[in-house]
């Protein structure tokens, strides 16, 4: 059988590639048909479609159907659907270890968004912020859509601020949450009073605000990626905040959390990755309607309208099974 893989080939120009074979199963691995493979826009765009190396094989979030096993991987339920951080290729292989069993019942192309609530599963472990807190995220893309309901089901109170009406209509209809076009800076009913700004869109005004709406020894964490330069800011006016209002001013690094769980260290990013699967398995986290499933035989059209901004939705996803 051939096997496939989308492949940035040059700058804006993403093809589906036909691929050599698997390699060797080795005994602690399993692989399967891949059923779905999750667009992070944010890093694809940015590092992938619109990089400087090429070729590159993108993504980093699939759902696979176990075909074959190592022998020693325990006893595997040949067609279980598993979760791991693949690319998208028509198959997957990974250690065991690297992957999480979806739920019964929880539909591949819902488990496959667990990989976008790991992005701030890290922040949500490591905050010094408390249930019952006020949290604002700012920037309400996939990445911060699902970072302020993992925020709200852990009891905070979560306000997202995002320019674009579309995405707080979605924040508000679909999750109930308080949206702002702006950061509330005149509501002296938040400003001053919050004690975390999760930031998710990577734009240096975004973070200015942050650190004036924070309160005292407030914390601002960076979760989006600062891919260009957006504002002639000067430095001096987000060092003055920081300074006179001890903020906490820090990365949002995903990878702060061990890979796998240890007897000491029982957060870690795959445990993220499991409770992520329960959470969505419960409806927990809120995604119906908003997926854009795509043939991976039109990657092309796919990434250039994420790039004009043409997508449906809040999350694309290639469905393999169209293959």
Not at 129 to 151: E, K, M, S
Not at 236 to 257: D, M, P, Q, T
């Amino acid at each position: 059988m051939n096997e496939y893989a989308i492949t940035v080939t040059s700058k804006e120009k993403a093809e589906l590639l036909e691929i050599g074979a698997p390699p060797a199963l080795n005994p602690n691995e399993i692989r399967g048909r891949t059923i779905c493979s999750l667009i992070s826009p944010g890093t694809e765009l940015a590092w992938n479609y619109c990089g400087k190396n090429f070729p590159t094989v993108p993504g980093y979030s699939a759902v696979f159907k176990v075909e074959e096993s190592g022998g020693e991987t325990g006893e595997i339920e040949k067609g279980a659907f598993y979760f791991c951080m693949g690319n998208h290729k028509s198959f997957q292989q990974c250690g065991i270890e690297d992957a999480v069993k979806v739920p019964e019942g929880l539909p591949p192309e819902t488990a496959v968004l667990a990989r976008l609530i790991g992005v701030s599963m890290t922040t949500l472990t490591m905050t010094a912020a408390r249930p019952g807190d006020i949290v604002v995220v700012t920037g309400a893309g996939p990445v911060g859509y699902l970072a302020a309901q993992i925020f709200s089901i852990s009891g905070y109170e979560v306000i997202i601020v995002e320019p674009d009406a579309g995405r707080r209509r979605i924040a508000e209809g679909t999750c109930g949450l308080k949206s702002f076009e702006k950061m509330p800076l005149d509501d002296k009913s938040i400003c001053g009073k919050v004690a975390i700004v999760v930031e998710c869109s990577g734009h240096e005004q975004a973070v200015l605000d942050a650190c004036r709406a924070v309160r005292k020894r407030g914390e601002v964490v960076l979760l989006g990626v600062p891919w260009q330069r957006k504002t002639e800011l000067y430095a001096h006016e987000l060092l003055y905040e920081v300074f006179h209002k001890y903020v906490v001013l820090r990365s949002g690094w995903e990878w702060e959390l061990p890979l796998k769980s240890s007897d000491f260290h029982p957060h870690s990013i795959i445990a993220g990755y499991g409770t992520a699967l329960n959470w969505l398995s419960r409806g927990a986290v809120k995604t119906e309607g908003l997926s854009t499933l795509i043939n991976p035989r039109n990657p092309q059209d796919a990434y250039q309208d994420l790039l004009n901004r043409r997508s449906k939705g809040l999350f694309s996803i290639f469905d393999w099974r169209k293959i």
